[in-house]
């Protein structure tokens, strides 16, 4: 998940730009990672971590839909769902370690 921050913040500049390929591609970059937290939480059982990677790796790909499209609205839109499913998710699996490190609870 580590690489999904770096894309998430390069996405939101993008997005602010209106670069249609650069947004594009970056959310490209984000359904896979999507798909394997899905996996994580499908492995485990874990069904709202299921709901929110789904939630997740559908706003990406809608996102890259909008970005090809020039619709920025819809891209902004996207956007805010990606970070509400991440938020959500780190809130409710995500556990701060000792050493400022982070491990799933």
């Known amino acids: 998940m580590k690489a ?4 998430f913040a390069s996405l939101r500049k993008t ?13 490209e970059k984000l359904v896979p990672l999507f798909k394997q937290t899905l996996a994580h939480f499908e ?6 971590g299921i ?5 997740g ?3 990406a790909e ?4 909008a970005a090809k499209a020039g619709d920025w609205d819809k891209a902004a839109a996207e956007m805010k769902t990606i970070g509400g ?7 409710a699996h995500r556990e701060k370690l000792a050493d400022g490190t982070y491990k799933m609870k």
Do not use: I, R, W
Request: proline share 2%; hydrophobic share 35%; glycine share 8%.
């Open 4 to 7: 999904t921050g770096a894309n």
């Open 15 to 27: 997005v602010e730009a209106k670069q249609g390929p650069e947004t594009a591609a970056a959310a």
């Open 43 to 48: 492995e485990h059982k874990m069904q709202d």
């Open 51 to 55: 709901t929110m990677a789904k939630s």
């Open 57 to 59: 790796q559908e706003a």
């Open 62 to 65: 809608h996102l890259a839909a």
């Open 85 to 91: 499913t991440c938020q959500g998710c780190h809130s």
